[in-house]
């Protein structure tokens, strides 16, 4: 079982950046594709971003594209996203998460796609 903590949430004024990084523990996630999620209160849990195993591909939610950039380190075992011109609605806590499928080259990647998560790190954009 891998664990995934994340860091790098805070407080941020709208327009500012922050980068989010995950780090992997208990075994490699090197073969396994990578993702962000994020879930404000009383709404359900959206799919932000996601990386394949080997960083070639990413895929990026339709409200996110060219703000935010994905990417990983599989010598460290860690995620990062990146996250520029931020929003108050980009606010809600950020979740990474593995996916359950060794070398997946396809997009489809989702909510259900995903296995272990992370314990979350709070982004706050203030206006």
């Known amino acids: 079982q891998v664990q995934l903590v994340e860091s790098g949430g805070g407080l941020v004024q709208a327009g500012g950046s922050l980068r989010l990084s995950c780090a992997a523990s208990?075994?490699?996630?090197?073969?396994?594709?990578m993702g962000w999620l994020r879930q404000a209160p009383g709404k359900e849990r959206e799919f932000v971003a996601a990386i394949s195993w080997n960083g070639g591909m990413t895929y990026y939610t339709d409200s996110v594209k060219g703000r935010f950039t994905i990417s990983r380190d599989n010598a460290k075992n860690t995620v990062y996203l990146q996250m520029n011109s931020l929003k108050p609605e980009d606010t809600p806590v950020y979740y990474c998460?593995?996916?359950?499928?060794?070398?997946?080259?396809?997009?489809?990647?989702?909510?259900?796609?995903?296995?272990?998560w992370g314990k979350g790190t709070l982004v706050t954009v203030s206006p």
């Open positions: 998460a593995a996916d359950r499928r060794r070398f997946y080259v396809g997009s489809d990647y989702s909510d259900g796609t995903m296995d272990n």
């Open positions: 208990g075994r490699t996630v090197s073969p396994y594709g």
